[in-house]
């Protein structure tokens, strides 16, 4: 069992950047592929960015590629986002995921990950 929790999310202006982190308890992240998917209010979960076990080569969504970085410190077991250049589309709920069984192909389907946690809110202003 894995217990995640976010934290880092704040209000921001248009630009500006924040860190969001995705702290794990119970076990231990260096096993597991974490992915962040963000959810609006009446809309669906998308992805958003995923790193696998080694920490090389994160997995981004175009809406957030070359803005948003992930890295993991598993001796921390916590995962980051830095966000930067934000805008005011990426006002949202963000989630962290985890599964060990997440292979590239799997990586964009939130159904895939068996463990989530509960959300830091987002909210970029224009």
């Known amino acids: 069992q894995v217990h995640l929790e976010e934290s880092g999310g704040g209000l921001v202006q248009a630009g500006d950047s924040l860190i969001l982190s995705c702290t794990a308890a119970?076990?231990?992240?260096?096993?597991?592929?974490v992915a962040w998917f963000r959810q609006a209010p009446g809309k669906v979960r998308d992805f958003v960015a995923a790193?696998?076990?080694?920490?090389?080569?994160?997995y981004y969504a175009n809406s957030v590629k070359g803005r948003f970085t992930m890295s993991r410190d598993n001796a921390k077991n916590t995962v980051y986002q830095q966000m930067d250049s934000l805008k005011p589309e990426d006002t949202a709920v963000y989630y962290c995921?985890?599964?060990?069984?997440?292979?590239?192909?799997?990586?964009?389907?939130?159904?895939?990950?068996?463990?989530w946690g509960r959300g830091t809110q987002v909210t970029v202003s224009s």
């Open positions: 119970g076990s231990t992240i260096g096993r597991t592929t």
């Open positions: 790193i696998f076990r080694t920490g090389y080569n994160p």
């Open positions: 995921a985890a599964d060990s069984r997440i292979i590239l192909s799997s990586v964009r389907c939130a159904e895939n990950y068996d463990y």
